[in-house]
Nanobody
Framework: QVQLVESGGGLVQPGGSLRLSCTTS????????MGWYRQAPGKQRERTAI???????NYADSVKGRFTISRDNAKNTVYLQMNSLRPEDTAVYYC????????????????WGQGTQVIVSS
């Protein structure tokens, strides 16, 4: 059974930094992309940042220049370094992985973590 466990969330003042981690466990192969999504109260879940096995990254416009996604392929772990945090970054952050032998054209699986809360407030 595949599990994703996020950590690193918490309360931080505006302008501060946090680093989120997501570790996968269980038998999983052919991961194509790992990423972070977030959901603020009353809003839909939105993609924040993703990174492919090859290292290509994509960021939401709202976090470009402030957030950095990275991954350790050997450990199937993905990180999100969040700098210059703003109150509007407050949300539950979810880790997501997806892939399969035919990815990206054919996606065989996607898994989600349980989420970690990030609160940016003074």
């Amino acid at each position: 059974q595949v599990q994703l466990v996020e950590s690193g969330g918490g309360l931080v003042q505006p302008g501060g930094s946090l680093r989120l981690s997501c570790t996968t466990s269980g038998s999983i192969f052919s991961i194509y992309a790992m990423g972070w999504y977030r959901q603020a109260p009353g809003k839909q879940r939105e993609r924040t940042a993703i990174i492919t096995t090859g290292g290509r990254t994509n960021y939401a416009d709202s976090v470009k220049g402030r957030f950095t996604i990275s991954r350790d392929n050997a450990k199937n772990t993905v990180y999100l370094q969040m700098n210059s945090l703003r109150p509007e970054d407050t949300a539950v952050y979810y880790c997501n992985i997806w892939g399969g032998p035919g990815a990206p054209q054919k996606i065989d699986y996607t898994y989600w973590g349980q989420g970690t809360q990030v609160i940016v407030s003074s």
